[in-house]
């Protein structure tokens, strides 16, 4: 079977290499090295440098652990978080909301005779 070749658009391809550019300039504030980010990371320097370089395909874990390193996994935890920022994710969490919730009944339980706590749907 032959190796498709992936294309990216040029949005996506911008988006990584500002992503990279940011992981650069992070990791020159913090005063570290290539090859000390990687150590730290327990990945290759040649991963550092293919994520400062935004090249599409380094792996989700691996951007982690040097997010971990630079004390920033927040900021990947913080991805598509905040729904203010996607409109259709808002539209589709208020549809699959109860449009109202019905009181509790108390009913009694079969076996013991005691009234309990119901709920309707």
Do not use: C, H, W
């Amino acid at each position: 079977m032959a190796n498709k070749k992936q294309t990216y658009s040029t949005r996506i391809l911008s988006a990584l290499q500002n992503l990279g550019r940011n992981l650069e300039v992070a990791r020159l504030v913090r005063e570290m090295s290539v090859e000390e980010l990687a150590s730290r990371a327990g990945v290759s320097a040649q991963t550092v440098k293919n994520i400062e370089k935004g090249k599409p395909g380094i792996s989700v874990g691996n951007l982690a652990k040097i997010l971990v390193v630079m004390q920033e996994l927040d900021q990947l935890e913080g991805i598509m978080d905040d729904s203010s920022k996607d409109p259709i994710a808002d539209i589709m969490k208020r549809r699959s909301l109860p449009k109202r919730v019905r009181r509790r009944s108390r009913v009694k339980d079969i076996e013991s005779g005691k009234a309990v706590e119901s709920v309707k749907f």
